[in-house]
């Protein structure tokens, strides 16, 4: 596992979308497993703006999306599909085909789980995942449990997310209790993964997720032991982390 610090959310962004970049530059076919939610917004910012610069080509780039809400049709201005079209798609050159997102109104949940990881593998795998974390521990929409799933499926959102997102929705009723997203093997097939952090509120996570047991009551502490882990956090939680003995040493902020 590897740690970077960025000063604050800017830098956090930036590091992480040049490592994006990095690898699309290497292997400009990449296969990107993505986030959605407020924290890599920055990240597609920049890689918006890398594209503007000609400093980055996605049109062989295939992405994957981590997750979509159960019910929500692809143009709904909550679902993850219409984030990730308002957010990058729209404003770089990949193409419709090559980017994958769950089909939030599949009839057949199962029919749709399978495809969805059949898809993967045949794009050959994920070659970076990007990651964010939720304050309950969960990644993608894998919500603390009895169990992990290791592969797409469909999920129950705890209370704690539904609240959460409350606030994208007008009416308490309209926020989707349920969502499609990729399972902890899913994510983990991916050969490299980059979790970003951003804020002293996700600080009592990370020290958790770095430092607690493996448990699936913390789906994010099962990426200790992925073989190629990144995480970039900024200045605060690095603070939060030193204060609590859960980093040893500081570390250099870029
Ligand atoms: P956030 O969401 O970036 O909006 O905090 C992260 C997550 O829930 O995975």
């Known amino acids: 596992m590897k740690i970077l ?5 800017d830098r956090v962004s930036e590091m992480t979308a040049n490592i994006i970049a990095t690898k699309v530059k290497e292997k400009p076919d990449a296969v990107l497993g993505l986030a959605t ?3 890599p917004k920055g990240v597609y910012k920049r890689l ?3 594209y503007n610069d000609k400093k980055i080509d996605f049109s062989k780039v295939k992405t994957f999306n981590l997750d979509e809400y159960y019910g929500l049709s692809s143009n ?9 079209k308002t ?3 729209d404003y770089i050159n ?3 085909e090559n980017a994958h997102i769950p089909d939030g109104l599949a009839q057949d949940i199962d029919e749709e789980c399978h495809r969805y ?3 993967i593998k045949d794009c050959g795998g994920i070659d970076l995942q990007l990651l964010g974390i939720g304050h309950n521990g969960h990644i993608g929409f894998n919500e ?14 705890h209370e704690k997310t539904i609240s959460a997102n409350s606030r994208f929705f007008g009416k308490d009723e309209e926020v989707p209790r349920q969502a499609i997203t990729m399972g902890i093997g899913s994510i983990f097939g991916a050969d490299e993964i980059v979790l970003i952090a951003s804020g002293e509120d996700k600080a009592e996570i990370i020290a958790k997720m770095i430092n607690g047991q493996l448990s699936s009551k913390l789906p994010a502490s099962m990426l200790q032991i992925h073989k190629s882990l990144t995480i970039i956090i900024d200045e605060p939680i690095q603070k939060h982390l030193y204060a609590e003995g859960v980093l040893k040493e500081q570390l250099k902020v870029v």
């Open 5 to 9: 610090v960025g000063k604050n959310y």
């Open 37 to 39: 939610g407020g924290t």
């Open 48 to 50: 918006i703006a890398m």
């Open 76 to 84: 709904h201005p909550q679902s993850y599909a219409y984030y990730m």
């Open 87 to 89: 957010n990058f798609f």
């Open 94 to 96: 990949i193409k419709e």
């Open 117 to 119: 990881e059949q898809a």
């Open 144 to 157: 603390p449990d009895d169990a992990l799933h290791t592969s797409t499926h469909l999920v129950n959102l």
